[in-house]
């Protein structure tokens, strides 16, 4: 199984360029850094242990030289695992937050993405909780490169200080501009968080574990053929599910909810995709076929056919 998946062609759609950073990259950007410090940096005791980390690792890419060495590294990794087609998410809402300039930034991952043999699409995405306003800002950066390498835009953070209803008005301007919208929910909320996020416009739904507790929304995903970017290793690492037994996945495909798999964070989550797909194989005794379909969802579902197959 292993080898035979790594062979398949793949695609990944939830794969944030900010968690992606193994510890050797780590150290090539700050050499200081020990083994014992990185281990307890990722390490996580619950969803906001890991949002300090990930804040720890954005002060380590101070600017656009950062940014493409972690680029570099990451799709690198990619292409190793055979896969041909990623949706990066670069967060544009941390550069703001930062006060950092966010063009070069964007120009250098852009680059690197260009030189890559995976064809690479970005997202941009904004901070919920830091509200509608900046998440505007972040949403206009997107518009401006729609064309030019970014085909969607996102929100994260913290969904109880910011649920999705409240940023309608900024998916509406992106889908205005061409891009589609992914919406993190149902990853520290509940039902309503995911719930929120399909009312207000999203095409996607990032990790959705909370909408397994309500069957009127698993209907709903499914009649209206709305994804869940699962990301099983990422949930439990969170405590967005108490074991991997706990995952819904099965639950989803039962329903008929269409599901990609994910890393999410993978450096911070000590993941990669291909084990994803020996997790969801081996936990939940996927057969080859079900396997096979989730991989496919992975084009079908992406937000950019792929150029140089026109898809899957």
């Given at each position: 199984?292993?080898?035979?998946?790594?062979?398949?062609?793949?695609?990944?759609?939830?794969?944030?360029?900010?968690?992606?950073?193994?510890?050797?990259?780590?150290r090539?950007?700050?050499?200081?850094?020990?083994?014992?410090?990185?281990?307890?940096?990722?390490?996580?005791?619950?969803?906001?242990?890991?949002?300090?980390?990930?804040?720890?690792?954005?002060?380590?890419?101070?600017?656009?030289?950062?940014?493409?060495?972690?680029?570099r590294?990451?799709?690198?990794?990619?292409?190793?695992?055979?896969?041909?087609?990623?949706?990066?998410?670069?967060?544009?809402?941390?550069?703001?937050?930062?006060g950092?300039?966010?063009?070069?930034?964007?120009?250098?991952?852009?680059?690197?993405?260009?030189?890559?043999?995976?064809?690479?699409?970005?997202?941009?995405?904004?901070?919920?909780?830091?509200?509608?306003?900046?998440?505007?800002?972040?949403?206009?950066?997107?518009?401006?490169?729609?064309?030019?390498?970014?085909?969607?835009?996102?929100?994260g953070?913290?969904e109880?200080r910011?649920?999705?209803?409240?940023?309608?008005?900024?998916?509406?301007?992106?889908?205005?501009?061409g891009?589609?919208?992914?919406?993190?929910?149902?990853?520290?909320?509940?039902?309503?968080?995911?719930?929120?996020?399909?009312?207000?416009?999203?095409?996607?739904?990032?990790?959705?574990?909370?909408?397994?507790?309500?069957?009127?929304?698993?209907?709903?995903?499914?009649?209206?053929?709305?994804p869940?970017?699962?990301?099983?290793?990422s949930?439990?690492?969170?405590?967005?599910?108490?074991?991997?037994?706990?995952?819904?996945?099965?639950?989803?495909?039962?329903?008929g909810?269409?599901?990609?798999?994910?890393?999410?964070?993978?450096?911070?989550?000590?993941?990669?995709?291909?084990?994803?797909?020996?997790?969801?194989?081996?936990?939940?005794?996927?057969?080859?076929?079900?396997?096979?379909?989730?991989?496919?969802?992975?084009?079908?579902?992406?937000?950019?056919p792929?150029?140089?197959?026109?898809?899957?």
């Open positions: 199984m292993d080898d035979y998946f790594r062979k398949m062609p793949k695609a990944e759609l939830h794969l944030h360029l900010e968690g992606s950073l193994e510890p050797e990259t780590l090539e950007l700050d050499p200081a850094l020990s083994g014992r410090e990185i281990r307890s940096r990722y390490s996580y005791g619950g969803f906001q242990d890991f949002i300090e980390s990930y804040k720890w690792v954005l002060g380590l890419l101070r600017g656009p030289d950062e940014y493409a060495l972690a680029a590294r990451l799709l690198d990794r990619l292409a190793m695992e055979n896969v041909v087609y990623a949706e990066v998410t670069l967060s544009a809402g941390a550069v703001l937050w930062q950092k300039e966010f063009a070069p930034i964007f120009e250098a991952v852009a680059r690197e993405a260009e030189r890559s043999s995976v064809e690479v699409s970005l997202i941009l995405d904004a901070v919920r909780h830091f509200g509608v306003d900046h998440a505007m800002a972040a949403a206009r950066l997107a518009a401006d490169r729609a064309g030019g390498g970014v085909v969607a835009f996102g929100i953070g913290d109880t910011g649920p999705a209803e409240r940023f309608a008005p900024v998916f509406r301007f992106v889908r205005e501009r891009l589609r919208v992914t919406v993190h929910a149902g990853e520290a909320a509940g039902p309503e968080s995911v719930w929120a996020a399909v009312r207000a416009g999203a095409d996607r739904i990032g990790h959705g574990v909370a909408a397994a507790r309500d069957p009127g929304l698993l209907r709903r995903l499914g009649e209206d053929n709305i869940i970017e699962v990301c099983l290793s949930n439990v690492a969170t405590g967005a599910v108490p074991k991997l037994a706990a995952h819904p996945l099965r639950l989803f495909l039962e329903h909810v269409p599901v990609v798999l994910n890393t999410d964070d993978p450096a911070m989550f000590q993941t990669t995709l291909l084990r994803e797909y020996e997790i969801a194989a081996g936990e939940f005794s996927l057969t080859r076929a079900e396997l096979e379909g989730i991989v496919r969802n992975g084009f079908r579902y992406a937000f950019q792929m150029k140089s197959t026109g898809g899957q």
